[in-house]
């Protein structure tokens, strides 16, 4: 299982950023997918889930109205949307999966949010 995410940059409050994940490794369509993200002195936390097909998707609430994610099943890609971003966002943003009995993490993304 590989994960490898991306698209993390420097961006001004109110700005706009898109996350991707590139999957490898296993059966990418048959997963759930996550986004999770780390800011500094804090705990990792899941910002948003997709089911298997995208019909189902599920965001923390302090970015619902902001950010949507979604997926790619012909390419193995899960992507971050994230609008009207705040300094609070910022963070290092990962991709996970639960596949079997472990979690696997892609190395993370830096999401630097700061006028």
């Known amino acids: 299982v590989q994960l490898v995410d991306s698209g993390g940059a420097l961006v001004q409050p109110g700005g706009s950023l898109r996350l991707s994940c590139a999957a490898s490794?296993?059966?990418?369509?048959?997963?759930?997918m996550n986004w999770y993200r780390q800011a500094p002195g804090k705990e990792r936390e899941l910002v948003a889930v997709?089911?298997?097909?995208?019909?189902?998707?599920n965001l923390q609430d302090s970015v619902k109205d902001r950010f949507s994610i979604s997926r790619d099943n012909a390419k193995n890609k899960v992507y971050l949307q994230m609008n009207s971003l705040k300094p609070e966002d910022t963070a290092v943003y990962y991709c996970n999966v639960k596949y079997g009995l472990n979690d696997y993490w892609g190395q993370g993304t830096q999401v630097t949010v700061s006028s």
């Open positions: 997709i089911s298997t097909a995208g019909g189902y998707t």
């Open positions: 490794g296993f059966m990418f369509s048959r997963y759930v």
